[in-house]
């Protein structure tokens, strides 16, 4: 029997609060360190029971999103490779968030496909076969799909939960609407050596966490500046003309960030980039330990 419910649900996008390369390894990929969380904002995804499967793309961003190649689909191929049967679904994607802007919002995409089939079709994968599947999907899938706060090890496979929760400051998200490459960013990277993560974090002091993270950074930033100036001229004004806690960029670019202390100092910030740059996308939101 069908269920005619439609449920929706958040793709919530990620944060890299900081993202340290550690080495490259002997197949071409990285293995690396990073603080990751989530914001109260993302992409959204609503499924129905059907009779054949259907899968629809709608939002700001859905124009250049192919709807026969696409995370979702390979996410969808998986599941029915695993449970052995035909999963009839009408999925719609609405894209919120710029495509290729380091805030996983493939990832998530897929990782909330996989949770809600997963419940809704009674699926049961015992751990250690669902950190696999999850991982064959892509780098990010496995944090999306567990949607906590954690530190973030080796090719992304090595998830560490924090015991406490990180500070849920307000966030200024900002995209100069350049897509990246991710592969294209990785292969700029150039390691004179291995590289080590020193200084700890104190994760129960709020000014002494934002210290840490000050003294930490993205390894990837400085490859996409290369590609993307624009990205330089934002982290730079956001350090030297707002009250932001850390500004940093997310993931392998082009989204950079700002946290404050509150509403204010966010809206001000706001103001602020949307006065200097023109072509650009803003959003005002905040970090989520779990979703």
Known sequence: MIKNDLKSYISPLKLNLYLHLINKTCDGYHNLESLMTFCDYGDFISIKEEKDFSFTIDGPFAKNLSKTENIILDAVK??????????????????NIPIASGMGGGSSNAATVIHCLKDLFKISIEKNTL?????????DVPFCFFRKTAIVKGKGEN???????????????????IEISTKKIFEGVRLSSQNRVDNDIDFFN????????????????????????????????????????LVRMTGSGATCFGIFNNLSDLNKADILINSVFKEIWTKKTKIINKI
């Open 159 to 177: 998830i560490e939960f924090l015991s406490s929760k990180i500070p849920e400051l307000p966030v200024l998200l900002i995209n100069p609407l």
């Open 78 to 95: 998986l599941l029915e490779e695993y449970a052995k049967f035909k999963i009839n679904v009408h999925i719609k994607l609405t894209k």
């Open 131 to 139: 950190d696999s599947l999850l991982f064959s999907l892509g780098a």
């Open 206 to 245: 709020s000014d002494l966490f934002f210290e840490g993270l000050n003294n930490r950074n993205n390894d990837l930033e400085c490859v996409a500046e290369r590609i993307c100036p624009t990205i330089k001229e934002i982290t730079s004004l956001l350090k030297t003309e707002t009250n932001s806690k």
